[in-house]
């Protein structure tokens, strides 16, 4: 199982926003050059089920949500071109982010 797992819902349309490209990137000792641990699209349901590795070492971590392909895919006129979520995981757990999109902001959260 993944140790990283998302969801995106469009607040606006009040449904899943189902294809979202995202990738999960690891920062390292140098946020300038991330390393891509793993890509995927949001399902029909929002979700993104297995994304990366089983296990992260530790360090910091980034969300990438690319809004702009969904804000074009539905017809929809969105500010935001992209969302970055960076993070440092605890321990071996779970992690499951999930983010909540609207054309003129977003919210963003540790799920279970």
């Known amino acids: 199982m993944s140790a990283i797992t998302t969801h995106v819902l469009d ?3 009040g449904q899943p926003a189902s294809g979202v490209p995202v990738r999960l990137e690891w920062l390292g000792p140098d ?3 991330p390393v891509v ?5 949001t399902d029909a ?4 089920r297995d994304l990366g590795p089983d296990r992260l070492e530790p360090g910091a971590y980034r969300l990438v949500f690319e809004v702009a392909a969904y804000a074009s895919a539905t017809r929809q006129r969105y500010f935001l071109s992209a969302v ?3 993070f440092t995981p605890t321990g071996n757990a779970h992690h499951h982010v999930p983010l909540l999109l609207s054309p003129f902001g977003c919210s ?3 799920g279970s």
């Not at 641990?37 to 699209?41: D, K, S, T």
């Open 84 to 86: 970055d979520i960076s």
């Open 31 to 33: 946020a300038e050059r």
């Open 45 to 48: 349901d929002g979700r993104i």
């Open 108 to 110: 963003a959260y540790r």
């Open 11 to 13: 607040t606006a349309l």
């Open 37 to 41: 641990l793993a890509e995927g699209v």
